[in-house]
C-alpha cells in the first residue's frame, strides 16, 4: 500500500497507489499502432514499462471525493490499494461523497460493485462527462459480451444517482472539471486550486514516459487518435505554460512532478 499525502492550498489531498501492474516490454510496445515496433522499443530502451494506478482524494469543502476507484477488492492480483489507502486515512467507502469517474476504462471502473451489484460507494454521488456516459452505454448495448451487458445494466440501475457535468464546472470548491477528450469521448480530468497552489489531474493523457517525446504517437486504447494527439500536445503545453503540479494516474507512483520544454521536447520532472 502506498499513499502520499499533500496539501494543494487549504485543500489535502492524497494519491492512493492502486496497484503497480507488470507491464510486459511487447505488449507495451505494440500499443502504438501507427509507429514502428523497433522505434517504440528504441525510445523505450533498457527502461521497465510504466504500470502503476495513481488515484486522487480530495477533501474540499466539506467534500470528500474519490477520482476513479481502480480494480477494488476483486480485481486482479496486487490491486484493491485505493481501499487499503482509504483506510490508512480513517475513511470507509461509505465517506466518499462524490465519485468522479474521469472516463469508463476498466482500470478505472471496475471497483465500482461488489461481486454482488452492490455501488461500493453507497453513499456518493457519482459524477462524470455526458459524452463518457454515451460513449459507454451506446458501446454496452452493442457488445454481447457477458461483462459488457453486466456493466450496462448495473450503471443504468444507478443513472438517478449519476451528475453530468460539463468542462468548467465546479464540483467541489477550487474542484473544477477539465476537458481531455481524445482517449475517449469524455475523457475528463480535474483542477485543484486553492491560493496560489494548483495540481491538474490528466489521468490517461499518456501512459508511458517515453510518451513526452513522442506526442503524436497513436495510442491503441485512444477511442479518437487524432484527437487524443490534439488533447496532447495541447495540455502539455497548458502544463509548462502554467508551470502546474501535474499527476498522471499511469506513471510511476505518485504520478506527481512538471512538465518542461527543453530544446522542443516535453519532459517529465517527477516528484521525488
Not at 22 to 46: C, E, K, Q
Not at 114 to 119: C, E, H, K, L, V
Not at 168 to 175: Q, R
Request: with cysteine; net charge negative.
Amino acid at each position: 500500500m502506498s499513499v502520499h499525502q499533500l496539501t494543494i492550498g487549504d485543500i489535502e489531498c492524497a494519491v492512493l497507489q492502486e496497484g503497480a501492474a507488470f507491464m510486459d516490454r511487447d505488449s507495451v510496445i505494440a500499443r502504438y499502432p501507427n509507429v514502428d515496433p523497433a522505434d517504440v522499443a528504441a525510445a523505450l530502451g533498457d527502461n521497465e514499462p510504466s504500470g502503476s494506478l495513481n488515484l486522487l482524494t480530495i477533501n474540499s469543502g466539506g467534500k470528500r471525493i474519490l477520482a476513479d476507484v481502480g480494480f477494488g477488492e476483486y480485481g486482479p492480483a496486487g490491486m484493491g490499494g485505493t481501499l487499503r489507502g482509504l483506510a490508512s486515512l480513517g475513511l470507509s467507502p461509505a465517506d466518499i461523497d462524490i465519485v468522479f469517474i474521469t472516463h469508463f476504462h476498466g482500470d478505472h471502473i471496475a471497483g465500482f460493485f461488489t461481486p454482488d451489484g452492490a455501488p461500493v460507494y453507497p453513499n456518493a454521488t457519482y459524477v462524470t462527462m455526458q459524452a463518457e456516459w454515451d460513449e459507454w452505454m451506446s458501446r454496452w448495448a452493442a457488445s454481447s459480451a457477458e461483462g459488457d451487458q453486466q456493466n450496462l445494466a448495473r450503471f443504468k440501475a444507478l443513472q438517478d444517482r449519476f451528475k453530468f457535468v460539463s468542462a468548467g464546472d465546479e464540483i467541489a470548491p477550487g474542484v473544477t472539471v477539465v476537458d481531455l477528450v481524445g482517449h475517449t469521448l469524455g475523457h475528463a480530468g480535474l483542477l485543484v486550486e486553492s491560493g496560489s497552489e494548483r495540481l491538474l489531474h490528466v489521468v490517461d493523457l499518456l501512459h508511458q514516459h517515453f510518451q513526452f517525446a513522442n506526442i503524436d504517437w497513436h495510442f491503441s486504447f485512444d477511442t479518437n487518435s487524432e484527437l487524443a494527439v490534439q488533447t496532447r500536445r495541447r495540455v502539455l503545453q497548458h502544463c509548462v505554460d502554467e508551470d502546474l503540479l501535474t499527476l498522471f494516474y499511469h506513471l510511476d507512483f505518485p504520478g506527481l512532478g512538471k512538465v518542461t520544454l527543453e530544446d522542443g521536447t516535453y519532459v517529465w520532472n517527477p516528484t521525488s
